[in-house]
């Protein structure tokens, strides 16, 4: 076939003009800050000294040996993670399952638990902040009931379930709308047929709702995943780390070291081993849950 | 549909369950509105009157007008260069088959795994030497590269489904190049950069961290929720004014939402779909 050097050549340039920007501005954001980080991960820094101290991999034993705040804020964070996982996606498969049935108030109902989700998060926490410190007070007062008397920020175990809980509830309307969609998806003739085989509400719905809701749970559970190992924001406005530093994340124990306590070398090695904790969690459940996959 | 009675309980249950869902939102906006003795004394009481006192202090103190242009500016110029870049590569990497072009898809989206606080220090070390940084304009452009992977990504898995003979009849119409994308391309795009532009819009305004590092430094770049954030920790005591700047914190994006609504639904939909 004849070939002509100069349309070719016009492809090839017109591939790289169309290409090129987008290719520069994710290295810019990403690809050339990564390998800066991978750098200063070998090195001791404080941000003042010109050079870096290159340490070798002396930063990552010291974090993976003796580091009492990151293995800390690790075990909070992947207690948080499984919670937040595990009662969202429940919660909102249950809501959907009830909005799905047509009610007259869907429309007004489906917007009333999305609602908290376009709010920012640290700004979310400041509302939470407000309620549990100052609400809990009046409520407490009016209704008698004790759960109001209690010190939900101010107590460990009980800033852990506030910083959840409200989580959940900014969140809880993006999962919600996922699992209406997938719910709609569920062809009708298919649960007929299994009411017509005389299958009662439960069976019904692991038999056949479930399996056919797996793509919206791969889905749910991705997006849950990958935000709730990343939790600062909130944390950061609801309880600034406390009762005694026991609601301090991963993410949150990075941003002390690096811009807090100065440590350059040392916060960026955690942010390495939080980059390499995402990619093998999130590569393997990708993974464990396409597999469960059906085709409706 | 028949008026059944469980599913009248059903639907006053879920309504009732739906306003308790709202009741800190209520709570916050009553409170805006009340005096500092008014919120320490009673929080769940309902003012006792509409002065709008708090609004004006706070509208001055922090110079809200200025916080909004500066979210604004941040979130157009973003939203613009995301759609822009994404768009036109994701449409070119979809159309051509080779493994150069599958080996530079992976590269754009494979950020979309890369925490923020993985590289957030040397992304602001990145946007000092680019004179980046302490600027709406700068901020604008970074967001470029942080929304391009997810952007990328649902424009290159929609391109697919859309029939190349599209491309190779505009073209013996005499159309290519930039032509071909922009007046028969990208019309064609409509539905999925409706997606794109409410994720980012909801990102991007509400976005603490990036801000917080980049444009922390002087009072006339600031963004809502940066204000929002600082306010509340030097009036921790001062609920009353707390209260309000949420309020103006998050009106816009509401006011938005109530409009948009179904489509903002829709685009997170599609978008987590696809996504």
């Not at chain 1, 009762?243 to 991963?250: K, L, Q």
């Not at chain 1, 090695?269 to 469960?292: H, P, S, Y």
């Not at chain 2, 040397?122 to 304009?137: A, N, P, R």
């Amino acid at each position: 076939m004849f070939k002509n050097p100069g349309k070719r050549w016009r492809v090839k340039a017109e591939f790289g003009l169309f290409t090129f920007p987008v290719l520069l501005c994710i290295a810019v954001a990403f690809y050339i800050p990564f390998a800066m980080t991978i750098r200063y991960s070998l090195t001791k820094w404080n941000g003042i000294s010109k050079n870096p101290v290159f340490v070798g991999l002396d930063n990552f034993k010291q974090i993976l040996m003796g580091d009492a705040n990151f293995a800390s804020s690790a075990w909070f964070t992947i207690k948080y993670a499984l919670l937040y996982i595990v009662i969202v996606n429940v919660l909102a498969i249950l809501l959907a399952l009830v909005l799905d049935m047509k009610l007259k108030t869907t429309p007004w109902l489906r917007a009333a638990f999305f609602i908290p989700y376009i709010l920012s998060l640290v700004i979310v926490g400041f509302i939470w902040k407000f309620i549990f410190m100052q609400g809990f007070n009046s409520l407490g007062e009016s209704t008698g009931w004790s759960v109001f008397a209690l010190s939900w920020l101010g107590t460990p175990g009980l800033a852990f379930i506030s910083i959840l809980a409200v989580s959940i509830w900014q969140s809880i309307g993006f999962y919600l709308v996922i699992y209406i969609a997938g719910l709609q998806s569920v062809p009708d003739d298919l649960k007929e047929a299994a009411t017509v085989d005389g299958a009662g509400a439960f069976r019904k719905f692991f038999s056949i709702t479930l399996p056919l809701l797996a793509p919206s749970i791969t889905i749910s559970v991705f997006m849950a995943l990958t935000n709730s190992i990343k939790v600062f924001d909130v944390i950061l406005s609801l309880t600034g780390g406390g009762p005694g530093g026991t609601t301090y994340s991963i993410a949150y124990d990075i941003y002390r070291d690096t811009f807090q306590n100065n440590l350059y070398g040392y916060g960026t090695a955690k942010a390495l081993i939080l980059f390499l904790a995402v990619l093998v969690v999130t590569i393997l459940q990708l993974a464990f849950f396409k597999r469960r996959e059906v085709e409706a | 549909m028949k008026w059944s009675p469980g599913r009248i309980i059903t639907e006053v249950v879920m309504v009732l369950l739906s306003l308790l869902f709202l009741y800190p939102l209520f709570l916050t906006i009553i409170n805006s509105f009340k005096s500092f003795g008014e919120v320490m004394t009673d929080v769940i009481a309902l003012p006792k009157s509409l002065t709008f006192s708090n609004y004006t202090y706070v509208w001055e103190f922090i110079n809200y007008p200025r916080l909004f242009m500066n979210n604004l500016v941040i979130t157009v110029v973003g939203l613009v260069g995301i759609v822009l870049i994404s768009s036109i590569a994701a449409y070119k990497l979809a159309r051509t088959k080779s493994k150069l072009s599958g080996i530079l898809y992976f590269i754009c989206i494979m950020p979309m795994l890369i925490p923020f606080q993985s590289i957030m220090l040397t992304v602001l070390q990145i946007s000092k030497s680019f004179h980046l940084s302490e600027s709406t304009w700068g901020l604008g452009l970074l967001y470029w590269g942080f929304g391009a992977p997810l952007a990328v990504f649902i424009y290159h898995g929609f391109v697919k489904g859309i029939p190349a003979e599209i491309d190779e009849s505009a073209t013996i119409d005499g159309a290519s190049g930039f032509r071909l994308f922009f007046s028969v391309i990208f019309p064609l795009l409509k539905s999925v950069t409706t997606t794109i532009v409410i994720i980012d819009v909801m990102w991007i305004w509400n976005d603490f961290l990036l801000p917080l590092l980049m444009v922390n430094g002087s009072p006339d770049t600031k963004t809502l929720t940066l204000v929002a954030y600082t306010f509340v920790g030097q009036y921790t005591s001062d609920w009353q004014y707390a209260m309000t700047a949420m309020v103006m914190a998050v009106l816009p994006s509401i006011v938005v939402f109530i409009f948009l609504q179904k489509y903002i639904v829709k685009g997170v939909v599609a978008g987590a779909v696809k996504g």
